[in-house]
């Protein structure tokens, strides 16, 4: 069955560090990868998402990912976090065969001190 | 903007009660979904509707049934709670032109059961 891990908890930053969250999906076929971000007291929101083509993909709040396909990843990064970017973030992965459906990790949950 | 409703925010119910969780979509999605969200655990798949009286299972299914007698609307039923299904149950929509559409999730219900 496929599956997506996300290899880090809880990481714990101070402003303007740098941030790298890891992501990792068990399937072979084409996939879909989306980044959500939940923050505190609020609903899930779609942070970035790959469909195709570059590998690098830009989403909101200066978040990007890249798809690397060799290795099965698609890695969150920021190159300087905000206390605001305090929030749990979801990886998810979407497979041509299951109709649809998102698999997501487990979850990381970012803290970002002032 | 795509709006998913969902019927509580916080929902505090006994074991063996018949517990009903209501979602409602404006966005005309054929594709409706019920996750749960546990800490360590991520989102997990518990049912879906493709459709208007369409049901397919998830991976935890067990313990829940669902309604969708409307494209608007799709209830998550819990025909006896218990307290292992204490959690955060989020309702999420898409359409199904595409399979690189993103699903939208509703503010999530936090359901106790005592």
């Known amino acids: 069955a496929q599956s997506v891990s996300q290899h880090n908890h809880h990481v714990i930053l101070s402003e303007a560090a740098s941030l790298e969250l890891g992501c990792n999906y068990s399937y072979g076929g084409t996939v879909n990868l989306f980044w959500y971000v939940q923050y505190p007291g609020q609903h899930l929101q779609l942070l970035l998402k790959y469909f195709s083509g570059d590998p690098l993909v830009k989403g909101i709040k200066g978040f990007e990912a890249e798809f690397i396909k060799s290795k099965f990843s698609f890695n969150l990064r920021k190159p300087s976090v905000q206390w605001s970017d305090t929030a749990e973030y979801f990886c998810a992965v979407m497979t041509y065969n299951q109709g649809g459906k998102l698999i997501f990790g487990q979850g990381t949950e970012l803290s970002v001190k002032p | 903007d795509v709006k998913v409703t969902q019927s509580s925010r916080y929902l505090v119910k006994r074991t063996g009660e018949k517990v009903f969780l209501e979602c409602v979509q404006d966005?005309?999605?054929?594709?409706m979904f019920w996750y749960r969200q546990d800490p360590g655990l991520g989102l997990r798949l518990i049912y879906f509707?493709?459709?208007?009286?369409?049901?397919e299972k998830g991976d935890i299914p067990e313990g829940y049934s669902v309604s969708r007698e409307k494209k608007e609307r799709f209830s998550l039923i819990l025909e006896s709670a218990s307290t292992n299904q204490t959690s955060m149950y989020l309702c999420a929509s898409n359409t199904q032109r595409s399979y690189t559409d993103t699903q939208y999730f509703g503010p999530g219900t936090r359901l106790t059961v005592l």
């Open positions: 966005m005309d999605h054929e594709n």
């Open positions: 509707s493709y459709d208007v009286k369409m049901k």
